[in-house]
């Protein structure tokens, strides 16, 4: 188990992304920033209650969003520094027996790495489809709010397509990197949706 950056004040959890080490890294970020875009889609709507009957329970949708995105972040960098420890042993490996295939178990981690963005590529798509809805509904002083969330969701779904993509080091033909694409499309239709109530 590695350990628990969310456990770290603010600051110091800054300097640890700034190392030269690779964790937490950019998967972690990316679950960390979209819990705290669940965060300003909970504050929006939670302050829209005098004025939209639904508030309450989009506000209660977003917690629950931001609760199941926070757990992402520790699986992420689990895996991550998992595949980064067996990229090292392996520079220094002996020679493997003949008829065995360590590359097996490298895939198997990668897979793993990969697997956990695009769950986070998921979850950004719902809290872009969230924070769109609190735009178009809730309070309008906070509307730029709900559409900076939606905006942030979507930067946090292109950046976990890009990690998909690298962790599997596939083709585009594979269903995992189609699928991923596609949330990428959908966050990125949502945060239109929500710039477009500024307009």
């Not at 875009?37 to 329970?57: F, I, T």
């Not at 960098?77 to 493997?96: G, N, Q, T, W």
């Not at 872009?128 to 609190?134: E, K, M, T, Y």
Request: one cysteine or more; aromatic letters at 4%.
């Amino acid at each position: 188990m590695t350990r628990d950056y969310l456990d770290l004040p603010l600051q110091e959890f800054l300097s640890e992304v700034a190392t030269p080490e690779p964790m937490p890294g950019a998967g972690y970020c990316a679950a960390v920033s979209l819990s705290m875009a669940a965060g300003l889609v909970a504050m929006a709507a939670g302050a829209s209650r005098g004025e939209w009957a639904e508030a309450k329970g989009a506000a209660a949708q977003a917690n629950t969003l931001r609760e199941r995105v926070a757990p992402l972040a520790q699986r992420n960098v689990d895996a991550y520094a998992s595949a980064i420890a067996r990229l090292r042993a392996a520079e220094f490996a002996p020679k493997p027996e003949p008829g065995s295939d360590p590359s097996q178990d490298l895939g198997a981690l990668l897979e793993r790495a990969a697997q956990i963005p695009l769950e986070i590529a998921q979850a950004a798509v719902d809290v872009a489809s969230l924070a769109a809805v609190v735009a178009e509904r809730g309070d309008q002083a906070l509307r730029p709010d709900a559409v900076a969330a939606a905006l942030l969701a979507q930067g946090v779904a292109r950046a976990a397509a890009t990690l998909v993509e690298v962790n599997l080091g596939t083709t585009d033909s594979d269903p995992r990197v189609v699928s991923v694409r596609n949330l990428a499309g959908s966050a990125n239709a949502a945060a239109e949706r929500a710039l477009s109530t500024l307009a």
